[in-house]
């Protein structure tokens, strides 16, 4: 008997003893997903109930050391003999239950089955019998498939969602031991659609008001109306999913597809309220997308989960632009995809389309991770992050702000990259979450141009400040409600002493900001009297007397070089304000420094955030410090075991142009490791290279050096 058996046997013996006394009820056991460590999903297509050699790819699966496997049942196409009316089967189904079979094999080898389903479209057949379930455009029509121009698109607001679904369901989950229920594409966190069915029309008269915009526009007050309606649906249907998923067994669960990194547009912070399993569907990253898209998805996933389960999944297709569903990305991406997927805290969730591949070279690329991952389980379960900086994460700014004019997720990727290059670590905050219980354990929060902010999460940054925490904001922070109604004054100027003093300037090249007294921030810009300028800048003053360390030099032309002259050298805008709060410390840009470091790359905004975070922090040393050449991603986690620091080997030529073919590795990295006071470490190990590592113990600082970092390195300290 272990001792959880004991306890809770122990608890029953005293329950029976008393009878008359109220019951102690113990916490639930965690569900079995809260400890799974490794899925794996084979997405079947029509043909392969012709092939598919179940046993074969169950082996595979299984020489994974998968805790869960994604097995198509329905939804799109039925893999198993279903009996709901208009669940269409696969043409190629014949007497075969593919469904049912490889359940079954997932079972006999001790891995779970999640039922992968797909909401999002429906046939012909079903359309004629229920034209009701069906979107439509503006003139009536149902919305085809763009490549499978034979399916057409279901509504969430029809009964296909609170009807037909459920039916299927409770038939999967009546047939078969199924753990969980996952639907592809559906909620996801981008823009919401618009649909012209009967179901939406009504809903657009009763609770909207009218007919929404198409596109995003939180200026409109339908718009606003309608995504809250939005919202209420998608929660309400996922709530009944997931109450239908427990009818057969009370510890599965429903897990929605949530990816999208930091490009959302729907409220994920309500979505973290239901969901019980966050599953992020962000296979692999396209175009000039930056390697660390995938760590920043789990930053995010983590901001709103508390803690639950979130798994994410990698795409071992060429998820790139142009995509290839039926070849291998290189092994180097899907390698590093995983590694940041397991060092920003999330689950790896390995993924293959279709049962016949012709190319064969991504299965040794999942074994290897996943073995390894396997034998080091310990200290892959974490217990709690081990920083104490937070980043804003800006939804409603990333969904709303800019319009079309800007990128609003630029803000945020400079200041990450300014991060990263400063080797700090960092946790994400959901502007949503600013709870004293969220904050309390940070000594600096970062805000990169939030300008849709809440009135409560504004209240709570002050609060969070008056405590003693530190706090850097940029450009339009708190000029606008969360929805992008303006303020007579950002909400947050008097706690950054300045005030308001028109409208915003730019986007403009060749400004610049002069240097005007010695400060920390300013460290390391001996030889220049100027710093590169913001394109854009709300002009400020300052609310008491004094010189701003930095002022605004305006920008004037930058061609022909015989114009390039300052028409106004010198002024006295404050570029930044730096200034002490009670015990806190308080920076502000009043421009967007941070995306003009994202779209400029110039090193000295880079260095100016980095300056002004170590300022912001004081003179007490980071928990973990990392020194050394080469551009890291950081994590450190306390484990069950003990501790564990996550390094992600970023310096690569494919930073910012995928994919990745080759590492290139980096030299020695020297690491300060504060653990508890009291805390003794006994041995610190890197689990990749396989190598234990000498160490010296001074109080709480551990100290030790990992001599290279390939692709990724995880140093467990015991
Ligand atoms: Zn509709």
Redesign the pocket.
Known sequence: MNRREFLALSAAARAAAHPGRRRHVAAPPAPWYATMRRCGQLNFNERDPLTLDVRAWAEYWASLRVNALLVNGGGIMAFYPTDVLYHHRSAFLGTRDLFGEMAAAARARGIRVVARMDCNYSWEEALQAHPEW???DRDGQPRRHNESTWLFKT????PYYTEQMPAIYREIGKRYAVDSFFTNGWPSTGALGV???????K?YREKVGGVPPEQTDATNPLYRRYYAVFMDRLLEVWRLWDAVARESRPDAVYVGNLGGGIRVVKDLARIGQVAGWFNADHQGRSGDTPLWDCAQQGRVARSVMNGRTITNVTGAYSNSRPVWRHVAKPAAETTLWMAQTVASGMVPWFHWLGGSPEDQRWRDTGRQFFSWLAAQEPHFRNTRSVTDLAVLFPQSTIAFYGAGRVQATDYLQGLYAALLQGRFLFDFVHENDLSEKTLARYRALLVPNAAYLADESCRQIRAYVQAGGSLLATFETARYNEWGDPRSEPALADLCGVTAAGEVVGPAANSYMRIEERHPALAGFDGTALLPGPESRLPIRLREAGRAALTVVPSYPAFPPEMVYPRTARTDEPAAVFRGVGGSRVAYFAGDVDRTFWRSGHPDLSRLLQNTVRWLRGERAQPVAIEGDGLLEAFAWETQPGYALHLLNYTTPNLTWGLVDRSYAIGSQRVRFEVPPGRTIQRVEALRSGRVLPFQQDGPAVRFEVASVVDYEVVALT
Do not use: I, K
């Open positions: 069906f979107e439509r509504c969430m607001f029809s649909c012209y069915c009967e179901s939406c029309q809903v």
